[in-house]
């Protein structure tokens, strides 16, 4: 089956159906958060089914049962998204750049649902923005983010951002690193046709502690986001 704007639609409309009802109960003050896992988790399946997506995993024994996680990943392609929320599970929310909230419907669905907008022009902005998902995280929510930014277009790790690391160290929370291979054959960075029947392999990686990089000082930081990226680059 070659690339196709059918499937790339099919998946849209799947989206719009978790986020319309979402926007409404916004409205009246009703969204809760056991409904919106619920909606990821049955969207997640639905965008995974739809594009017959052969999903090979390993490393799902690095995820301990009762802890949460600051998951880190690289970035391929938009179906990155629900490949992590199947993978993961949806008691997961995305960091996510100021571009994608903007988005008619699907934005404002995200902040219903708790998604974190980050503004990385507005220093003050990003900085509140690390604050509501140091909060999740303390909540028990897992949080990811990707360090790169943006989709890559080849594959191949872009440089990372740093406000993922600032994070990790305020927060303690243990870094999960994970590895995505395959979607952007499903749908590539900036693309706008699917290509189903794609085999997409994620590798959970073992989870790294921030604190023995917080006793390195100054240079911890650099240390840690050379140490992450290592970790997702070994498994592409």
């Excluded at 392609?77 to 629900?82: F, G, Q, R, T, V």
């Excluded at 929510?141 to 990790?168: C, D, M, N, Q």
Aim: net charge positive; with cysteine.
């Amino acid at each position: 089956m070659g690339a196709s704007l059918a499937l790339s639609l099919r998946n849209v409309a799947e989206t719009l159906a978790i986020s319309s009802p979402t926007v409404v109960e916004a409205l009246f003050g009703r969204v809760t958060k056991a409904t919106c896992d619920q909606r990821l988790q049955s969207w997640a399946e639905a965008c995974l089914r739809n594009a017959r997506i052969e999903l090979a995993l390993s490393g799902s024994e690095h995820m301990a049962r009762g802890r949460t996680y600051l998951v880190m990943s690289n970035h391929q392609s938009l179906y990155d998204i629900p490949v992590l929320f199947h993978v993961i599970g949806p008691n997961l929310r995305m960091i996510g750049k100021k571009e994608l909230f903007r988005v008619p419907v699907f934005g404002h669905a995200m902040t219903a649902a708790g998604f974190v907008e980050i503004d990385r022009s507005d220093r003050n902005a990003a900085i509140r923005s690390l604050q509501r998902a140091r909060d999740m995280l303390s909540g028990g929510t897992h949080v990811w983010i990707a360090p790169e930014g943006t989709r890559s277009p080849t594959g191949e790790l872009l440089p990372f951002k740093k406000g993922a690391f600032y994070l990790a160290l305020e927060t303690q929370f243990p870094i999960l690193p994970v590895t995505v291979q395959g979607t952007r054959n499903v749908l590539p960075a900036h693309g706008l046709l699917s290509t189903a029947g794609k085999t997409v392999r994620v590798t959970i990686h073992a989870p790294i502690d921030p604190g023995p990089y917080t006793a390195l000082g100054k240079s911890g930081r650099s240390q840690l986001m050379s140490d992450v990226r290592a970790t997702i680059e070994a498994g592409l």
